[in-house]
């Protein structure tokens, strides 16, 4: 049984445009929310984060919107860049452990 | 500075034989993990450890081992390479209730199993 569920599975936006990929997760115990950046044959690596106490977390282009009663989250990309495409990961987890991935979404930004 | 490596990087095998990819971190996180990515399932988790000696089964752990003797490092052994063991497996370290819970991974091990 998947914990945390992703949509879309890709997603192809102009370059300048606004990714938004969205997760939906079921355990009420999750206290942390990542969200990891894959570039081929590359490692995920931590992009942005955020804790059920807040409802939103920016940085830079990239932003957290939590909705802790709908058990909702998702990565907004503003200005998207080419240099964006690469597959993006949602995840939850409780207090540092296992991470519970959603299976992904693929990014595309075109010139 | 402090990292994760994984080796081998690429490995083909074959059916029936035992393999061990190495994970070694240097940040000397209590917690350490395995997954495996593949294509339409995302990241799975295989085993886990929260400090040595411990070791936890994940989603998809038949057919895979790990053993915990040191902070530094967490072989995933598979007994009996099979099929549809061939995947890209990732390592990753972090600390628990720390303020970030943050997990760095390794490049991963792309493994072939024929």
């Known amino acids: 049984q998947q914990q945390v569920k992703q949509s879309p599975q890709s997603l192809i936006v102009q370059k300048g445009g606004i990714s938004i990929i969205n997760c939906a997760y079921e355990n009420t115990a999750f206290d942390y929310f990542p969200w990891y950046q894959q570039f081929p044959g590359k490692g995920p690596a931590l992009l942005i984060a955020?804790?059920?106490?807040?409802s939103e977390k920016k940085e830079g282009r990239f932003t957290i919107s939590f909705n802790k009663s709908a058990k909702q989250f998702s990565l907004h990309i503003m200005d998207s860049q080419p240099g964006d495409s690469a597959t993006y990961f949602c995840?939850?987890?409780?207090?540092?452990?296992?991470?519970?991935f959603g299976k992904g979404t693929s990014l595309l930004v075109t010139p | 500075d402090a990292e994760i490596t994984q080796s081998p990087r690429h490995k083909i095998t074959e059916t029936g034989r035992q393999v061990t990819l190495a994970c070694h971190q240097t940040?000397?996180?209590?917690?350490m993990f395995w997954y495996r990515q593949d294509l339409g399932h995302g990241l799975r988790l295989i085993h886990y450890?929260?400090?040595?000696?411990?070791?936890n089964k994940g989603e998809v752990s038949d057919g895979y081992s790990v053993s915990r003797s040191n902070t530094e490092d967490l072989p995933l052994t598979l007994e009996s390479a099979a099929s549809s063991q061939t995947s890209v497996y990732f390592c990753a370290s972090g600390l628990s209730g720390s303020s970030t819970d943050t997990q760095y991974f390794g490049p991963g091990t792309r493994l072939t199993v024929l």
């Open positions: 955020i804790r059920p106490d807040v």
């Open positions: 450890s929260y400090g040595v000696h411990d070791t």
């Open positions: 995840a939850a987890s409780h207090s540092g452990y296992a991470l519970n």
């Open positions: 940040w000397n996180h209590n917690n």
